[in-house]
């Protein structure tokens, strides 16, 4: 029922910063919402992730204090601000919905297409 779709991904130098979005629909936006990423030959990781009312907020170590999730339930859309970028950050981004709030996959019900972000040196 919950359809996301991701946007904002694209190529940008290291240091530099980029904006997803995940807009939601076709259901009430109550969930939690978490941001993975993945590359080639590696498992899903973790990123953020955000309760549904937006007062917990969780960050895998590799993005604490770079990374910022948030989200605007009035337009049923999250975010994942991206600063100080990284090579190492190259991957495709998904967003995804959970009964609760997790920094694990398999927790969550709904996934997005993914949006690749590509961070060049």
């Known amino acids: 029922q919950v359809q996301l779709v991701e946007s904002g991904g694209g190529l940008v130098q290291a240091g530099g910063s980029l904006r997803l979005s995940c807009a939601a629909s076709?259901?009430?936006?109550?969930?939690?919402m978490g941001w993975f990423r993945q590359v080639p030959g590696k498992e899903r990781e973790f990123v953020a992730a955000?309760?549904?009312?937006?007062?917990?907020?969780r960050y895998a170590d590799s993005v604490k204090g770079r990374f910022t999730i948030s989200r605007d339930n009035a337009k049923n859309t999250v975010y994942l601000q991206m600063n100080s970028l990284k090579p190492e950050d190259t991957a495709v981004y998904y967003c995804?919905?959970?009964?609760?709030?997790?920094?694990?996959?398999?927790?969550?019900?709904?996934w997005g297409q993914g949006t690749q972000v590509t961070v060049s040196s």
């Open positions: 995804a919905a959970t009964g609760k709030v997790s920094d694990d996959a398999y927790s969550y019900a709904y």
């Open positions: 076709g259901r009430s936006f109550t969930y939690g």
């Open positions: 955000i309760s549904w009312g937006g007062g917990t907020t």
